[in-house]
C-alpha cells in the first residue's frame, strides 16, 4: 500500500442529531506542514466535522485515518495523545491556576517521590514561552492574564503535545493587529517544522494572506477543496453562501429625521476611559462608532445604556434627559442593546430560544391577575423570529445549539420586543459568516428606515464605511471625529483612530 500523501484523512463522515443531518459524507484531507482553511456560513458544519475529529462527537459513519492509521478517537485526550491539538474559540483555562500548571494541567512531571516536580514544569514552560517569542511569566496566574496572552497559553499547550495537527478555530477574534502578526509568524513557524494547522476563520483577508488551501462547506456536505492561489474573494463568498453576494452592503435606504438621542460631554467614573464625550444621533441613521483596541467605544455606550458608571454628562433621549442612567431606565426611555460578546453577556446558553428572545421584555405582557401571559409570549417570540428568519429545529431549542449568526438573530429579537427607538448595536457581525452578515445588515437598513435610529460599534472597517450614514471616531477615550458617509475612508478613520494614539 503506498504511503498517503495526507497526514489526515476523513472520509464519508457521517454525524446526525436529533432531527439534524449536521454532516452528510463529508471528506476533507490535509498534507503535512500546510495551512488549510475551512470555510463556511455558520451551521455549515465546520465546528461538528472538527469536534468529530477531537473526539468530542462520536461518527455516525465514515472513517478518520490519521498517518495512515485508520483510527476513532473516543475523548479529546486520546485525540491530543495520539498528536491532535485543538484551540477554541471560547478559551477553557483554569483562572486561578498559574501558566505552567493550566499547560501541563493533567500531565505534570513527577520527580522520583512521584510528586509535582514545580521546578522542572517552570523549566519547561519558560522554554516552551520563549520558542514561541511569549514573554510572559509562567507562574503568573492565567487571570491575570490578557485574552491575547491566554490564547497564546493555548497554543503553547498545543505545540507541547508535540502535535502533527493544530485545530484554530477563530484564532484572531480578539487579538489586535499586532498579535494577528505574532499569531502569523507562529503558524508559519510550525507549517516549517512539518506541523499540519487547520484553520477555522470568518475573515477572508486572513485565508488569503496565511493559508495554503481551503475547504468549503455548506450545509453539512463538503463543496470542494481548492489552492487559495486559484481562488479568489468573490469565488469563496459565492461557494459558501450558495448564491453571488456581488455587494456585501444592502443599500440603506431611510429619511433622516429629528435628532432622538444627545449625549453632553459625558465622562466615565473610571478616569483612564472616556471623557467629555458629546454626539447627536438622529432618527432613521445608523451612526458608527469607529477605533482601535481600548479606544473606549464598548465603554462609552454601555455608559449609554447605564452599565458603566458616569462621573458627569448628561443623556437625553427625544429632548427628555435620563434623570438616573440605569439600564431599566434606558430601556424604559426607548433604548436596546446587543453586546459585544455574544456568549458571556448576550445569550443565556442553557435556556430555549423562546425564554432567550422574551427576556428582556416580560414585564409587558402579563395576565390582569400580574403572572406571564406565557402563552403570548411564545406566539410572540416566535412570531419575531419568523420575521427575522432565525434558522432552528423548534422554539424549545437551547440557543447554545444554534450557529452564531442565528444566536444573534435571537438577540436583535429580543430587543425588537421591547418596541426600541434607538438600538446600540456593538459589533453586531463578530464572529458570523458573510451570509448571515448580510441578513443582519438586511434588518439594520430596514429598521432605520422604519424611523428607528442604530448606532453600530464595529471594527471591521469595511462594515463601518458600508453601513454608515456618519463615522464618529474615538481614541483613548476622546472623540477625535465624525466624518460623513462621502468623507469616511479608511486611511481617514485611521488618522482620527490615532490621533491620540
Known amino acids: 500500500m503506498a504511503e498517503s500523501a495526507y497526514v489526515l484523512e476523513m472520509l464519508g463522515i457521517v454525524k446526525q442529531f436529533p432531527g439534524v443531518l449536521a454532516l452528510d459524507k463529508v471528506d476533507f484531507q490535509v498534507k503535512p506542514g500546510t495551512v488549510h482553511a475551512l470555510m463556511g456560513e455558520n451551521g455549515a458544519g465546520k465546528s461538528t466535522l472538527m469536534k468529530c475529529l477531537f473526539g468530542m462527537y462520536r461518527l455516525d459513519g465514515g472513517k478518520i485515518i490519521l ?13 491530543m495523545d495520539a498528536g491532535v491539538s485543538m484551540i477554541h ?3 477553557s483555562n483554569v483562572p486561578e491556576r498559574s501558566v505552567a500548571q493550566n499547560i501541563w494541567l493533567g500531565r505534570e512531571p513527577l520527580n522520583g517521590l512521584h510528586l509535582i516536580d514545580h521546578q522542572k514544569m ?13 514573554d510572559f511569566d509562567p507562574a503568573a496566574k492565567m487571570s491575570s492574564l490578557s485574552i491575547s496572552q491566554q490564547q497564546g497559553c493555548e497554543i503553547a499547550k498545543a505545540v507541547s503535545y508535540k502535535a502533527s495537527i493544530v485545530v484554530m478555530d477563530e484564532p484572531t477574534s480578539s487579538l489586535t493587529e499586532n498579535e494577528v502578526a505574532h499569531l502569523f509568524e507562529i503558524i508559519r513557524n510550525l507549517r516549517s517544522q512539518g506541523v499540519a494547522i487547520i484553520y477555522i476563520s470568518h475573515k477572508m483577508e486572513e485565508i488569503f494572506q496565511i493559508a495554503d488551501t481551503v475547504t468549503v462547506m455548506r450545509d453539512g456536505k463538503g463543496i470542494g477543496t481548492y489552492p487559495v492561489s486559484e481562488i479568489d474573494n468573490n469565488r469563496l463568498i459565492t461557494l459558501m453562501v450558495g448564491r453571488d453576494l456581488t455587494n456585501r452592503f444592502p443599500p440603506v435606504e431611510s429619511v433622516i429625521g429629528g435628532v432622538c438621542l444627545e449625549v453632553k460631554n459625558l465622562s466615565a467614573a473610571n478616569p483612564r476611559s472616556f471623557k467629555n464625550i458629546s454626539f447627536k444621533l438622529h432618527k ?3 451612526l458608527g462608532l469607529g477605533g482601535l483596541v481600548g479606544a473606549q467605544r464598548t465603554e462609552l455606550v454601555e455608559a449609554i445604556f447605564g452599565v458603566r458608571a458616569v462621573a458627569d454628562g448628561e443623556i437625553l433621549v427625544n429632548r427628555e434627559p435620563i434623570k438616573k442612567i440605569t439600564p431599566k431606565a434606558a430601556i424604559e426611555a426607548g433604548l436596546g442593546m446587543i453586546t459585544e460578546d455574544r456568549r458571556s453577556s448576550g445569550i443565556f446558553p442553557l435556556l430555549d430560544i423562546t425564554v432567550n428572545t422574551t427576556v428582556a421584555s416580560l414585564g409587558n405582557y402579563k395576565t390582569r391577575i400580574g403572572l406571564l401571559d406565557h402563552k403570548k409570549l411564545r406566539i410572540l417570540a416566535a412570531t419575531q423570529n419568523e420575521q427575522l428568519r432565525t434558522k432552528t429545529p423548534t422554539m424549545g431549542t437551547l440557543i447554545q445549539n444554534l450557529s452564531g449568526g442565528n444566536q444573534q438573530k435571537v438577540i436583535l429579537s429580543r430587543w425588537l420586543m421591547t ?24 434588518i439594520m437598513a430596514d429598521l432605520v428606515k422604519q424611523g ?8 471591521e472597517m469595511p462594515e463601518l464605511i458600508g453601513m454608515s450614514h456618519r463615522v464618529m471616531v474615538l481614541c483613548a477615550g476622546r472623540h477625535t471625529g465624525t466624518l460623513d458617509k462621502q468623507d469616511a475612508s479608511q486611511e481617514v478613520i485611521m488618522r482620527y483612530a490615532t490621533q491620540f494614539a
Not at 498517518?67 to 485525540?79: I, L, T, Y
Not at 514552560?125 to 514561541?132: A, D, I, Y
Open 284 to 286: 432613521g441613521e445608523i
Open 89 to 91: 474559540q471560547e478559551l
Open 419 to 442: 418596541l426600541p427607538e434607538i438600538l446600540i448595536m456593538d459589533e453586531p457581525t463578530r464572529g458570523i459568516d458573510v451570509g448571515a452578515k448580510y441578513e443582519i445588515y438586511t
Open 67 to 79: 498517518k495512515g492509521n485508520e483510527c476513532r478517537f473516543n475523548s479529546a485526550a486520546d485525540a
Open 452 to 459: 428607528k435610529a442604530i448606532i453600530m460599534v464595529s471594527s
Open 122 to 134: 517552570i523549566r519547561d514552560t519558560r522554554e516552551l514561552l520563549k520558542g514561541l517569542n511569549f
